[in-house]
T-cell receptor, first 113, second 114 residues
């Protein structure tokens, strides 16, 4: 009964080759987030959707984009991955704002060759 | 500028002992303070959270202590168990604002020895 599901769990891509990571949720939450977490570091927010409204963090590289075709799914596209983009990518959801807890998936670990 | 400072970076506690992790923040506008627990290979999970209108919140073995004037809050794990071994992140956010953005601390790796 996983609630936030990320696929694949492990992804290997080549330097500069576009890659897409996916996230789905069964919680029917309004908000979906993408975080980047590098080894031994805290998660760093890349962007989020509130319903269809997209909010990009100011320091998120242009190389990263996202799509949310419906409530349940959200995708992270990395157009030209560099070695520095190797990380764990976490998807999270919340029912709304305020003290609504964020529910995280187990992440996709991205490796760049 | 680091908005949330977390210490210690790592912590080793004997089974049955008390684990204490501290966080300090800069911006007095923050008004929601959650703690997340992350096991290896898993996403973070909300453990406990507090708002600044109370100085302490307890849930089972986990307690948040909050000091508004000092802009500090801490997580206490009583009777620590090996199953508590994980990375703990404090976070800050704006409650009731037009965003639910969490700003995480740098994390504390807790090891509870049997």
């Amino acid at each position: 009964d996983a609630m936030v599901i990320q696929n694949p769990r492990y992804q290997v891509t080549q330097f500069g080759k576009p890659v897409t990571l996916s996230c789905s949720q069964t919680l029917n939450h309004n908000v979906m987030y993408w975080y980047q977490q590098k080894s031994s570091q805290a998660p760093k927010l890349l962007f989020h959707y509130y319903d269809k409204d997209f909010n990009n963090e100011a320091d998120t590289p242009d190389n990263f984009q996202s799509r949310r075709p419906n409530t349940s799914f959200c995708f992270l596209d990395i157009r030209s991955p560099g070695l520095g983009d190797a990380a764990m990518y976490l998807c999270a959801t919340s029912k709304g704002w305020g003290d609504q807890p964020q529910h995280f998936g187990d992440g996709t670990r991205l490796s760049i060759l | 500028q680091q908005q949330v400072k977390q210490s210690p970076q790592s912590l080793i506690v004997q089974k049955g002992g008390i684990s204490i992790i501290n966080c300090a923040y800069e911006n007095t506008a923050f008004d929601y303070f959650p703690w997340y627990q992350q096991f290896p290979g898993k996403g973070p999970a909300l453990l406990i959270a507090i708002r600044p209108d109370v100085s302490e919140k307890k849930e089972g073995r986990f307690t948040i202590s909050f000091n508004k004037s000092a802009k500090q809050f801490s997580l206490h794990i009583m009777d620590s168990q090996p199953g508590d071994s994980a990375t703990y992140f404090c976070a800050v956010a704006y409650y009731g604002g037009a965003t639910n953005k969490l700003i995480f601390g740098t994390g504390t790796l807790l090891a509870v020895q049997p």
